[in-house]
């Protein structure tokens, strides 16, 4: 591959908790990247958010992360940060993805051959599909932050099930005008892992075996996380993202 752009994908999210699901999209993500002959994937971050998010049934960062970096033990590409989730406040997607970018590119120009510019990884937020229509979402994002997310770094987005991306590309401008930085990568092995119904599943004493790996069930006994008190935290709380517009307005 040489020639190719170096390339990182990120996934910003709750992981609450971390699925099957979720490590799939970054292998899709590579495999589609690379069949673009444009790019060359040297590594995957996983960034949980932070506490301060007010997701309904968002449990402690701390459980997060460790059950995050169980699951992909086994991935010698993808990694867990924890930077977004120790922030003292959520913190911006965009704010994530120019930490990250930051940090990439500090250690490239300290390494021991100064790089040139194409040497530095390109940085792209990898996504589901049902990410898309949070941009549609009134107050969620702004504008400017949606332009520097998709116009400065670029968007990987697995489809999944009958969520259709394209579409929510088709209905808003401003993700139009940069069509071009867009990947959409194509799940045909459809999987429907969600992580409402696997929290839906353990608090009622369902098996989740198979939907999540085995370290990470038995972390989630070890700790008794989603119960039916867990799942009522931050209920009627409204998102961060939303009280913060409202402030800035």
Avoid at 64 to 92: G, K
Avoid at 94 to 107: F, G, P, S
Wanted: aromatic fraction near 8%.
């Amino acid at each position: 591959m040489a020639g190719r752009i170096p390339l990182v994908l990120l996934a910003c999210g709750s992981f609450n908790p971390i699925t099957h699901q979720h490590m799939r999209l970054f292998e899709l993500a590579r495999d589609h990247m690379h069949q673009t002959g444009l790019y060359r994937v040297v590594g995957g971050i996983v960034s949980p958010v932070g506490d301060n998010y007010g997701k309904q049934g968002l449990v402690v960062s701390k459980h997060r992360l460790a059950m995050a970096r169980l699951a992909l033990q086994s991935s010698d590409w993808v990694s867990v940060d924890d930077w977004e989730s120790q922030q003292a406040d959520w913190t911006e997607t965009v704010v994530t993805m120019r930490y990250h970018y930051d940090r990439i590119a500090a250690q490239y120009h300290n390494s021991k051959d100064p790089p040139t510019a194409s040497d530095v990884p390109q940085l792209k937020l990898l996504c589901g599909a049902d990410f898309m229509d949070t941009f549609k979402i009134p107050g969620l994002w702004r504008d400017d932050h949606v332009e520097e997310v998709v116009g400065r770094f670029g968007l990987v987005c697995v489809s999944r099930g009958s969520l259709q991306p394209d579409r929510a590309i088709h209905e808003s401008d401003l993700l139009s005008r940069h069509r071009q930085r867009i990947f959409l990568v194509r799940e045909w092995v459809h999987n429907e892992i969600s992580a409402t119904e696997v929290r839906r599943a353990l608090r009622r004493g369902q098996s989740v075996k198979y939907l999540l790996p085995d370290s990470v069930i038995d972390y989630i006994r070890e700790h008794n996380l989603y119960t039916q008190d867990s799942e009522m935290k931050n209920k009627d709380v409204k998102l961060r993202p939303l009280t913060m517009q409202t402030i800035q307005d």
